[in-house]
């Protein structure tokens, strides 16, 4: 088991920045990949960015591309989410979560992460 502790969300002003941590604890060396979702209200869980363990290869939603690196730092067992020129649609609640399944690319479906987090609130406002 794998459990993922978000923290870093809060309330920012368009235009600023944010950093979301994840810690991962209990059985990390299983973990293949960890990523980053969100979900507004109303709307279905959608990917923001992932990334390989290992290689470090990335993947991000067109729609924060250039705006938001994923990073991790494997002795920490944590991934890091930093925002920049947030805007008010980013708002939204924010998951963590792991992936264990070896695969050819970086998945962006919900369905093929295996471990989420609680999940932290970013609020932006205009």
């Known amino acids: 088991q794998v459990q993922l502790v978000e923290s870093g969300g809060g309330l920012v002003q368009a235009g600023g920045s944010l950093r979301l941590s994840c810690a991962a604890t209990?059985?990390?060396?299983?973990?293949?990949?960890m990523g980053w979702f969100r979900q507004a209200p109303g709307k279905e869980r959608e990917f923001v960015a992932a990334?390989?363990?290992?290689?470090?290869?990335?993947a991000y939603a067109a729609s924060v591309k250039g705006r938001f690196t994923i990073s991790r730092d494997n002795a920490k067992n944590t991934v890091y989410l930093q925002m920049n020129s947030l805007k008010p649609e980013d708002a939204a609640v924010y998951y963590c979560?792991?992936?264990?399944?070896?695969?050819?690319?970086?998945?962006?479906?919900?369905?093929?992460?295996?471990?989420w987090g609680q999940g932290t609130q970013v609020t932006v406002s205009s």
């Open positions: 209990g059985r990390t060396s299983s973990i293949l990949a």
């Open positions: 990334i390989r363990r290992s290689a470090g290869t990335t």
């Open positions: 979560t792991a992936d264990v399944s070896a695969r050819w690319r970086i998945s962006a479906a919900p369905v093929d992460y295996d471990y």
